[in-house]
């Protein structure tokens, strides 16, 4: 079959992505063309400034060479500038007569710096800084002249004004505005990154107009010596001239005002353009089949210059290339960051204030640090930091999921790390770690791998991270030092994951979109819900098949059917599974009781099959370690003692204290109230696991306060505390209500527990799921309501109901044998 | 030379799932994707040593239990950008009976 032609004009990021998506989606497709105007093959644009700085070399900074076209079968033209497209016979023409015929065309022309007009804005050594052409003439300059002027203090002509300083030249940075960056800081912010810089060696003028760029001989008397220029045939700049009068000297005059959409070609064609090439949510121009992508591009009334929603439109563009229409680009929301080494600035939001809005301040000038948090309505709308901006991406999350801070307004200002007391935090600056620090505990990955991965690999984004070098990708503590250190060497290119997450990469919906479709649609197995809401991939992952068998039976009990073969390991052998692929196992003590009987039949099996290690848990029960698995059925019967569920997504443990019965503290009965706890909501599988403590008496020595229930016994009553966790990272539970009896325990914590099953995400513990929808939301439905939570109790009841003990099933009835039989031949 | 060894009937391996095979003291993992395909391997991940035998079969892959990482069935190799590859053995399946080829 003859393949489709498809031709890019442009070769830079956006596009090359976009083709890599293409490649990676349908393969055999197309037969692909791309003409670039520059000499370079794909290079990642955003690390030039660290090339002007000297910390890298235009090597480091290649995505793709010339080999990656050649192995994918691209036909790569460098050098030429597509000058003409003829849309009717479907033909691109380049400067040199060259031709490609297309089936489908992208246009991926960027932009190029706005120049101002200004008289003598064409001498020689006026440039802008957007190419590896604008950084060759920028270090060729700082090499044999001195006076160097950036127009324009962005974050751009910042980056440009830093790289040219270390380059050795006297660099003064022009401003038309009242304070640097006025886009992205405010005053105060802005007036510390001024000083900052000014220790660093550079000059500000602020508040000046460019009126004109002078030539060499057109400078006054007194301006430096002119010497070895005499031998340059083009009138040079020598000066700036601005509207006030005054003239500062310039041998390189560097424009760093703006950007401006590479619009001439698509609009030669005929092609709607304002403002950028204008574009649909498919990326697709107003001729169906020519795409335009990048920062040519006017999406929505928006162009955009950061990397990540150029990714997130490469996505949806090769989507639709490769014909399978799902997918659509809405627009996003971008943050800022200086990528000058050794400042901390980040700033996102309505960082500004006014209006109805709230500023919460940490205003430290000696220090070097200074923390705007703007909120309206208890929610975060901007957030301005300079000098610490460790929390920068968890601000950037809170604003734009728009979650309530009510609740944690008082922590807020002091970051994530203050909102639970502690946690595997390590360092609280990316920045200043060494190469050799470790970020990752859990895989062991060193800051210096996750550089390099991030500059050789070209990666942009957490999930990148997660693949190349496995930090981030199990606990997932170190995840906002992962995206500290993304954010440090990209700069406001990394912007992190979008706000509505989908549930893996085999769909581009969000768990709470699945959920509702196998609520409305009465979805009652896997396939029928892939099927439906139109998975890419035959069969899901890992990742998502188990949270849409716990959808699926969470939502329909007993009548949406288990799959085995989606759940992971531990959960379909019924142990824990080992690092040398023996499995552990822990019989249910309820409420952390037991008796002879038990332990005897415990210490008999240890020593018939020789068990390794016993350990007593933090749970009250006990573990016996190093089991084959093809032992677990027999062991099972030996025991004679009902699942701990130590290995689920479900009912753990219940921790008491002994209470009343024995303590001379004690107020309540709490080891019995424990125990009906426990039998009450044992075989409840949950989004993540669930575990329960009651307390006897406020000195709390079940540690009632980091478990997803807590109960705590006082004289008059109960009271029950929700989200604890001591795990990752330490929460202290939230009061919910104080009740007076056991069955009023039950039932609210009942109602609670199902609640969360029914709503949360798969894998979010309590915490997780109260910080997103806020305990306001929890006390509306537990307390507010009475029937709702009756009518919760007695869901939950009738989920568990019936539920039968997988360990007798097993072991007595012979379910699911082939799992534990090893075939010998 | 038919050294071709009858392992297992195909029903006897759930579809996306595994069974292991022992062979002088060596474990093999056979797996089963969502149709009638059957693929051999050493039931060993190149990254730690997991028991792959253990993890969630989708597609034409499978994730190992230990820490994750995606295994091809047909050829063994990780799947990128994770590096690494498993041994992996001719199996067939004639009549609804697996056999597994083991030199």
């Given amino acids: 079959m003859q393949k489709m032609k498809l031709v890019m004009v442009g070769n830079g990021m956006a596009g090359v992505r976009t083709l890599e998506e293409v490649l990676r989606l349908a393969p055999e497709l197309y037969d692909i063309t791309v003409f670039g105007a520059e000499p370079h093959a794909n290079y ?104 160097a002027v950036v127009i324009g203090g962005g974050l751009l002509g910042l980056e440009a004004a830093n790289g040219l300083k270390l380059r050795g030249m006297d660099v003064t940075v022009v401003h ?49 010596p002119q010497g070895e220029r005499d031998d340059v045939p083009t009138l040079r700049v020598g000066g700036v001239r601005f509207t006030d009068g005054s003239e500062i000297p310039a041998d390189l005059v560097v424009m760093a005002v703006g950007i401006r959409p590479n ?30 992508i990048g920062e040519c591009v006017n999406h929505r009334g928006t162009a955009y210059g950061l990397v990540a929603p150029l990714f997130e439109m490469a996505k949806v563009c090769a989507n639709h290339l490769a014909q399978m229409g799902i997918g659509r680009y809405t627009g996003s929301v971008t943050s800022t960051k200086l990528k000058v080494t050794g400042i901390d600035l980040f700033s996102a939001g309505n960082f ?14 000696v220090g070097g640090v200074y923390k705007k948090l703007v909120i309206q309505d208890n929610k975060l709308v901007g957030a301005c930091l300079y000098g610490d901006t460790v929390d920068g991406a968890w601000y950037f999350q809170l604003l734009r999921e728009g979650r309530d801070i009510a609740g944690i307004r008082d922590h807020l200002m002091f970051g994530q790390s203050h909102v639970g007391d502690v946690g595997h935090q390590g360092h609280n600056k990316a920045a200043a770690m060494s190469d050799e620090m470790e970020v990752c505990g859990c895989n062991g990955v060193c800051k210096g791998t996750i550089v390099k991965a991030i500059k050789e690999k070209g990666l942009f984004t957490l999930e990148d991270v997660r693949k190349h070098t496995k930090a981030s990708s199990s606990c997932g503590s170190c995840t906002g030092l992962v995206e500290q250190i993304l954010a440090s060497i990209l700069g406001g290119d990394y912007s992190p994951a979008p706000a509505a997450k989908s549930l893996c990469g085999c769909t581009d919906h969000t768990h709470e979109e699945v959920r509702a479709a196998i609520r409305e649609h009465k979805l009652l ?14 069969n899901g992952c890992a990742s998502c098949r188990p949270a849409l068998n716990y959808y699926l039976l969470s939502t329909w009990p007993h009548e949406a059917r288990d799959d085995p073969q989606s759940r992971f390991i531990n959960e379909r052998a019924h142990a824990n599974i080992q690092k040398d692929g023996t499995y552990s196992v822990v019989p249910r003590m309820w409420g952390g009781t037991t008796n002879s009987g038990e332990l005897r039949r415990i210490a008999d099996v240890a020593d018939k099959y020789q068990v390794p290690m016993i350990r007593v848990t933090g749970g009250q029960r006990i573990d016996l370690f190093g089991i084959k698995k093809e032992d677990l059925p027999k062991i099972w019967a030996e025991l004679d003692m009902p699942s701990g569920h130590a290995y689920a997504k479900a009912l753990r443990t219940v921790k008491t204290c002994i209470g009343t019965e024995f303590c001379r503290f004690g107020t309540q009965n709490s080891t019995q109230m424990g125990i009906d706890l426990e039998k009450a909501f044992y075989k409840m599988w949950a989004p993540h696991k669930v575990k329960l403590a009651v307390s006897g008496c406020p000195r709390n020595c079940a ?119 090893t075939l010998a031949v | 030379m038919s050294n071709w060894i009858k392992v297992v009937p195909l029903n006897e391996i759930p579809k996306l799932g595994a069974r292991v095979v022992r062979h002088n003291g060596r474990d093999i993992a056979v797996f089963r994707n969502d149709g009638d395909g059957v693929f051999a391997m050493n039931d060993k991940c190149p990254h730690k040593g997991g028991p792959l035998s253990q993890g969630i079969v989708s597609g034409n892959s499978v994730t190992c239990p230990m820490h994750g990482m995606n295994i091809s069935l047909a050829d063994g190799k990780a799947v990128a950008p994770d590096e690494g590859c498993v041994g992996t053995y001719p199996v067939k399946v004639e009549a609804g009976v697996v056999y597994l080829q083991i030199m």
């Fill in chain 1, 176 to 224: 038309i505005s009242d304070w640097l960056l006025e886009r992205q800081l405010d005053q105060t912010a802005a007036r510390l990154l001024q000083k900052n810089l000014e220790d660093k060696g550079l000059k500000f003028l602020l508040k000046k107009q460019t009126a004109a760029i002078l030539p060499v001989p057109a400078l006054s008397p007194n301006s430096p």
């Fill in chain 1, 352 to 365: 500004s204030g006014g209006g109805k809005t709230e500023n919460i301040l940490l205003s430290d000038p």
């Fill in chain 1, 525 to 538: 197995s896997i396939p029928d819900t892939m099927k439906f809401m139109e998975w890419r991939t035959p």
């Fill in chain 1, 703 to 821: 540690e009632a306060a980091i478990k997803d229930v807590g109960v705590i016994g006082v004289d008059s009553g109960w009271e029950i505390y929700v989200g604890g966790n001591g795990g990752i990272k330490t929460e202290v539970a939230e009061f919910l209500v104080k009740v007076k009896t056991a069955e009023e325990v039950l039932e609210y914590s009942g109602a609670f527990l199902q609640i969360y099953r029914e709503e949360a995400r798969y894998l979010d513990r309590t915490v997780h799921w109260i910080q997103r929808v806020g305990m306001d939301y929890v006390k509306k439905r537990v307390l507010d309501d009475d029937e709702g939570r009756k009518a919760a109790y007695q869901r939950l009841m009738y989920a568990i109901q019936a539920e039968k003990d997988p360990w007798a099933e097993r072991a007595r009835e012979g379910v699911a044998k082939h799992e534990f039989e």
């Fill in chain 1, 263 to 292: 619009t001439a070609l698509a609009e030669s064609a005929g092609i709607h353009c304002n403002r950028g090439i204008v574009v649909n949510d498919t990326m697709q121009t107003y001729d169906p089949r020519i795409y335009a």
């Fill in chain 1, 44 to 147: 990642n644009r955003i690390l030039l400034s660290p090339v002007l700085a000297g910390e890298q070399t235009i090597k480091d900074i290649m995505l793709n060479d010339v080999d990656w076209y050649r192995e994918n079968g691209i036909t790569l033209h460098l050098n030429r500038k597509v000058v003409r497209i003829d849309r009717k016979a479907r033909v691109v023409y380049a400067e040199d007569g060259s031709s490609a015929e297309y089936d489908r065309l992208i246009l991926a022309t960027g932009s190029t710096p706005f120049i101002l007009p200004v008289p003598g804005n064409d001498l020689q050594g006026v440039i802008g800084f957007r190419d590896i052409h604008d950084v060759d003439a920028m270090i060729a300059a700082s090499k044999s002249y001195k006076h």
